[in-house]
């Protein structure tokens, strides 16, 4: 760990751990956001940047995350950044907080987004379903990491001394 | 009628483009000279924003006389996006308000100045929300209503239409960044969401111009699909400007109140050094910023 509590004739720095774990989820939803936008809408053009079925609930959802995406990448980098400045990161679950960040967003836009509210498929003249299973699993597994650094990440604050 | 050039700065005809363009350098030189003024009589005044208004003046003054690449309404959308978005936030990032407060002497000009920025009537346009809703409902109004054809070859129409994108988004930067001197300050909450709900009409506006172009206008498919996703990216680019500069701020008042509490011996407990206690208890590090 780079942020152990300081010697004692310093002003102590409080580790966050939960504060964190949210920071880190942040980033993490975010970045899988602007990864879906730029490797499956401009780079493989599967998405398609307009879908005429998207009802006009869906057209108002998108708008609103795709603006939340970016707002929440850039308060998610200078929060982390506060973070270190304070010596207050706890890297283990900021780390942990960025794989369920990152799954979490998978699911819910592999659920949510393309069947749900069907804004757009992730790809077009194909069979969907096999690309469907593999976008949830993906999502699923960064998940299940996610939590499983989570409890690991807890425990190891658990074993170290109090204080932090 | 097929509608080739809603703009008159297209197409040549109108005045109000040079106008504005010739007024706006004006005001360029005029900064670069106050700013010269201050650093001469010892003031600090950091180069960068000399660099940022000019820049904003330039790209201005460029998109309101040019002839701007891409198909008709393409064109249409470049100027919007700079008018009323990115020349705004670079005008605004370099403080004219604050330069034009301390280059004043003091008297009747910069009285009526101080009196005009802290009048009530300006206070309450200053309201973050209801600047957004000036700007962003002016944006829906000219692509959601006949008012964007209505405004083609009426070149009074226009130049109210298009005074008011400038001023409406120079308005709505202002209040966003709060980077000025003004009589009421809103914390980062307000302008935060207020940037959020803006930046989502902007968003939902630029993706359905992308299936239906604005009433009584005929646009080819490929132009409004142009149009279209420039708006909605270009969009997203002042909107992570304009996220970086609260952050910004957020950032650099949350360290000065660490440092503060750093320094200070906390006030209830032992101090630095003391019982093992951390000295220093996090304060809310709440997103009040200024």
């Known amino acids: 760990m780079s942020s152990e509590p300081a010697t004692p004739d310093r002003t102590a720095d409080r580790v966050e751990p939960g504060r964190s774990l949210a920071v880190g989820a942040l980033i993490g939803a975010a970045v899988m956001a602007a990864v879906d936008e730029i490797v499956f809408h401009q780079i493989l053009h599967w998405h398609h940047f307009y879908d005429r079925s998207t009802p006009g609930i869906g057209l108002l959802s998108d708008g609103l995350l795709h603006t939340a995406e970016l707002i929440a990448l850039v308060a998610g980098f200078f929060l982390f950044a506060d973070l270190r400045r304070r010596h207050a990161l706890a890297p283990a679950h900021a780390r942990a907080g960025l794989f369920l960040g990152l799954g979490a967003f998978q699911l819910f836009d592999g659920i949510v987004d393309h069947k749900l509210l069907r804004l757009h498929q992730i790809r077009y003249g194909v069979d969907v379903t096999p690309y469907d299973w593999a976008w949830n699993i993906a999502g699923l597994v960064l998940l299940l990491a996610g939590i499983a650094l989570t409890v690991r990440a807890g425990r190891l604050a658990g074993t170290r001394p109090a204080g932090s | ?290």
């Open chain 2, 1 to 290: 009628m097929t509608l080739t050039a809603v703009h008159p700065g297209h197409t040549g005809t109108g005045l109000f483009g040079p106008a504005v363009a010739a007024l706006v350098l004006t005001a360029a030189l005029a900064y670069l000279a106050a700013a010269t003024r201050l650093r001469r009589r010892g003031d600090a005044w950091p180069r960068h924003r000399d660099a940022s208004f000019t820049a904003g003046a330039v790209v201005l003054g460029y998109a309101l006389i040019a002839s701007l690449p891409g198909g008709p309404f393409t064109a249409h959308m470049v100027q919007h996006l700079v008018v009323a978005m990115a020349a705004p936030l670079l005008l605004v990032l370099a403080r004219p308000l604050t330069l034009t407060l301390r280059v004043l002497p003091p008297g009747p000009v910069r009285r009526g100045l101080l009196t005009v920025a802290h009048s009530r009537p300006v206070a309450w346009l200053l309201f973050p929300p209801l600047a957004a809703l000036l700007d962003i409902g002016g944006l829906w109004l000219l692509h959601r209503t006949g008012l964007l054809a209505a405004g083609h070859g009426r070149p009074l129409l226009d130049a109210v239409i298009r005074g008011h994108v400038l001023a409406a988004g120079l308005l709505f930067t202002f209040t966003v960044c709060q980077l000025d001197p003004v009589r009421r300050r809103w914390g980062l909450a307000w302008r935060g969401t207020t940037l959020l709900a803006a930046g989502w009409a902007h968003a939902v506006l630029a993706k359905s111009l992308y299936a239906t172009p604005p009433p009584g206008t005929t646009f080819t498919d490929g132009d409004l699909h142009t149009a279209s996703q420039l708006m909605y990216y270009g969009g997203d680019l002042v909107e992570i400007a304009l996220a970086t500069v609260l952050a910004a701020q957020w950032y650099a008042a949350t360290g000065r109140a660490y440092r503060r509490d750093r320094l200070l011996p906390h006030p209830g407990g032992a101090g630095a050094g003391g019982d093992g206690r951390p000295g220093l208890t996090p304060r809310k590090w709440s997103a009040s910023g200024g």
